[in-house]
């Protein structure tokens, strides 16, 4: 994980859990805004998501995921993330739906594809429309865009 990838996960709302004293844990869950289908969607965007190595398969990903996804209900039209191939199938098991059509990113050029992405951004629907295979543009900042 990079300086920039911390970054992202900063200036939202943190799920952190702890052994005593010890982190073994974190989520968190930061707000963007998504384009999709002429809606620039208001988005709880999840980042930053790790269980220590030797604590991992006991059921504390799906407890920082469950807190977050709550917020995401009640709070956004929609919850997103961008996976690891290690982590996917952990999504998919909470009901996470890999999007089928083109990635892109509203660069301060224009808006460029992101190819590299397209088979490793997943949703959480809520309240927005959508529509799996059409294109899904996520807003800039530095760093990975998605
Ligand atoms: C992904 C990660 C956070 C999952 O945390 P975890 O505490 O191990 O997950 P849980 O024990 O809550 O798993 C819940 C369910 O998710 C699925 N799952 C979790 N890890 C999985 C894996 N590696 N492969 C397949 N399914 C997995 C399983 O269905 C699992 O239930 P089960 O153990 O009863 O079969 C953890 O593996 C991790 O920190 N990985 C390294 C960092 C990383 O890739 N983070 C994701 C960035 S997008």
């Known amino acids: 994980m990079t300086d920039r990838d911390w970054e992202h996960a900063l200036g939202g709302l943190h799920a952190l859990l702890w052994e005593g004293n010890e982190l073994i844990g974190h989520a968190s ?65 909470r009901g996470w739906q890999l999007w089928q059509g083109p990635t892109s990113a509203l660069t301060p050029t224009g808006i460029q594809r992101t190819p590299d992405e397209d088979d490793c951004i997943y949703v959480l629907p809520v309240g927005a429309p959508l529509d799996l295979s059409g294109e899904l543009c996520c807003d800039w900042r530095d760093g990975d865009a998605w």
Do not use: K, N, P, S
């Open 29 to 93: 869950l930061v707000q963007r805004r998504l384009l999709h289908g002429g809606r620039a969607i208001r988005t709880g965007y999840v980042e930053g998501v790790g269980v220590r190595a030797d604590r991992r398969r006991r059921g504390h990903g799906a407890a920082m995921m469950e807190a977050l996804e709550q917020v995401v209900r009640r709070a956004y039209d929609l919850g997103a993330l961008g996976a690891t191939d290690q982590a996917a199938a952990f999504y998919a098991a």
